[in-house]
């Protein structure tokens, strides 16, 4: 690492490098865990979740190059990108480049670097993700109503993961002592959860309308969706927005509805009045006292 720039400037070159390379992005995340010295052996158990957050961003394509046939999706990149970049920045401070961190998601990524724990883990990551989407709401804009309802979707998960792990109660329940157990980003349940592979369409971009893929949406995921996230989604974004010091994060939220890019008047899409018998039991089961 040299010493001759900043931190900032050096994550920037980092980020600049793999921009349009899916599997250097990976790489680049994975080398983020390692820390300065390449000796962060408490660290690496965490690249579990990080990855699969993002392998099924590649996997659908977002994250192709601009160029590609067919081209990646400029907001998710975008997104993608901040992640990489506070990562990058994290570790060149811990290393001893000059600067103040940019951002509040970088100073929790130095908190989680000094105590390495599932709940500072998330807090990093999740701080930078929601950065990224307030960032770029306007790219959001221009990408197709499905995606948008999807963006969306994503949000509210990693969003649960964190409460699974941080806040159990909030998000399960009677269930709470299992919320840690089952929120650990260093085990794969956690990784089911971040990954998306059953909930989102598994290409780039998305040709249909909304509902048609609501309806394909596999049973487990639709009922972890509809039954346990969205009920609880609005003291969800509250106490996200706690938890992260992002205040902003409020107004993705509305009345219990997701508004990221989506119209307030459209909130339909978050209601389904066709689920099975064992849907009202998992709601029963994980309300909250």
Do not use: K
Request: include cysteine; aromatic fraction near 8%; hydrophobic fraction near 45%.
């Amino acid at each position: 690492m040299s010493h001759d720039r900043g931190a900032v400037a050096w994550a920037e070159a980092q980020v600049v490098a793999v921009r349009d390379d899916p599997v250097a992005r990976l790489a680049l995340l994975a080398r983020t865990y390692h820390g300065p010295t390449g000796r962060a052996r408490r660290h690496l158990p965490f690249r579990r979740a990080a990855l699969s957050f993002m392998r099924w961003q590649a996997g659908r394509g977002v994250l192709n190059s601009l160029d590609a046939s067919p081209p990646g999706s400029v907001w998710w990149r975008a997104v993608n990108e901040r992640l990489l970049q506070d990562g990058c920045e994290s570790v060149a401070l811990s290393g001893g480049l000059a600067g103040e961190p940019s951002s509040q998601a970088v100073r929790l990524w130095l908190q989680f670097i000094a105590r390495p724990t599932g709940r500072n883990w998330y807090r990093a990551h999740n701080a930078s993700i929601v950065a990224a989407y307030l960032e770029h709401r306007s790219l959001a804009e221009a990408e197709s109503a499905a995606e948008r309802f999807f963006m969306n979707v994503a949000l509210g998960r990693v969003l649960y993961a964190h409460a699974l792990n941080a806040a159990p109660r909030l998000a399960l329940g009677r269930f709470a002592l299992l919320g840690r157990l089952l929120g650990d980003p260093r085990l794969g349940m956690a990784g089911a959860f971040l990954s998306l592979g059953r909930v989102l369409p598994d290409r780039y971009p998305l040709a249909q309308d909304v509902e048609r893929y609501i309806a394909a949406e596999h049973r487990l995921g639709r009922m972890l969706d509809y039954v346990v996230i969205v009920p609880r989604l609005q003291p969800l974004y509250e106490w996200s927005a706690a938890e992260l010091g992002e205040p902003r994060l409020l107004a993705l939220v509305r009345d219990g509805n997701p508004v990221y890019a989506w119209p307030f008047e459209e909130r339909h899409v978050w209601c389904s009045s066709q689920m099975p018998t064992a849907a009202r039991v998992l709601s029963r089961a994980t309300r909250a006292r």
